[in-house]
């Protein structure tokens, strides 16, 4: 599936068009505060313009902050007006990655799915893909481009807690 487009993820920029995310909220002034917290900006001063952002952008600089020298994180304006991350050729690879996972599921019991909760399934997406893509992956593709804190990463545990919380949905 698609990055999410519906527009209640944040990001703040700079105003001035240097690049950097230095903030989220799930409204735009929650981001420019979120912003304007972690600086060294006078309040009211118009340091940060916020910007629309997918889940999986917002998901990305929520759990590793917005680093410039982490390897291949790049974000850029999607069709849908929303920055997003940009994994570039490797957004192919996410349906792949996501099958290994699928796969992984047919060895779980009924009970593990049962006990499944939306409240949980990203942590469990996660955990999964740790699981399925990282320790059960044989073939060595998987490692470096799913290994914690890249971006490619985040983009598969969403797509994995979307599989689960369409599962529970069909319970």
């Given at each position: 599936?698609?990055?999410?487009?519906?527009?209640?993820?944040?990001?703040?920029?700079?105003?001035?068009?240097?690049?950097?995310?230095?903030?989220i909220g799930h409204t735009a002034e929650a981001a420019?505060?979120?912003?304007?917290?972690?600086?060294?900006?006078?309040?009211?001063?118009?340091?940060?313009?916020?910007?629309?952002?997918?889940?999986?952008l917002y998901v990305h600089v929520e759990r590793?902050?917005?680093?410039?020298?982490?390897?291949?994180?790049?974000?850029?304006k999607g069709t849908e007006g929303l920055l997003d991350?940009?994994?570039?050729?490797?957004?192919?690879w996410l349906v792949d990655a996501v099958t290994a996972v699928r796969d992984g599921f047919a060895t779980l019991n009924l009970g593990a799915i049962?006990?499944?909760t939306a409240?949980?399934?990203l942590q469990d997406a996660h955990d999964y893909v740790h699981a399925c893509v990282i320790?059960?992956?044989?073939?060595g593709m998987w490692g470096?481009?799913?290994?914690?804190?890249?971006?490619?990463?985040?983009?598969?545990?969403?797509?994995v807690r979307d599989v689960i919380l369409s599962v529970i949905e069909n319970r």
């Open positions: 599936s698609a990055p999410s487009t519906a527009v209640r993820f944040f990001v703040a920029v700079p105003a001035n068009g240097d690049d950097g995310i230095y903030g420019n505060t979120n912003a304007q917290e972690g600086s060294q900006t006078r309040p009211g001063e118009a340091a940060f313009r916020p910007e629309p952002a997918t889940e999986r590793y902050r917005c680093d410039a020298n982490q390897p291949g994180f790049r974000w850029k991350l940009d994994l570039g050729d490797d957004e192919e049962d006990e499944w409240e949980a399934a320790e059960g992956d044989d073939s470096p481009l799913a290994d914690e804190r890249t971006p490619f990463r985040t983009a598969l545990d969403l797509r």
